[in-house]
Nanobody, 114 residues
Framework: VQLQASGGGLVQAGGSLGLTCVAS????????MGWYRQAPGKGRELVATITWGGITDYVDSVKGRFTISRDNAKNTVYLQMNSLKPEDTAVYYC?????????WGQGTLVTVSS
């Protein structure tokens, strides 16, 4: 499984950004996908996940502000981030889970200025 993430950038607090992750390779082995982030000096944390069946889950800090969605036909997962806060600043990583492995895409930097 290969993951190609895009999006991110610099935005002012209160603004919006969207991230996109396209999966390729052994698509049929993927059970779900998600977004994780790692802020400077901190560990990687879960942001949001979605199964191919559409079941979603979010970390409490982004509920009501972030929306994860997917387009199965395009093997793509999106993360729409609204009402961004400076504490959302991090490198965001796309991930895909199979029954045995988690695959990671390259990170994309999101910077929220105050």
């Amino acid at each position: 499984v290969q993951l190609q993430a895009s999006g991110g950038g610099l935005v002012q607090a209160g603004g919006s950004l969207g991230l996109t992750c396209v999966a390729s390779g052994s698509i049929g082995s993927i059970n779900g996908m998600g977004w994780y982030r790692q802020a400077p000096g901190k560990g990687r944390e879960l942001v949001a996940t979605i199964t191919w069946g559409g079941i979603t889950d979010y970390v409490d800090s982004v509920k009501g502000r972030f929306t994860i969605s997917r387009d199965n036909a395009k093997n793509t997962v999106y993360l729409q981030m609204n009402s961004l806060k400076p504490e959302d600043t991090a490198v965001y990583y796309c991930a895909a889970d199979t029954s045995t492995l988690r695959y990671w895409g390259q990170g994309t930097l999101v910077t929220v200025s105050s």
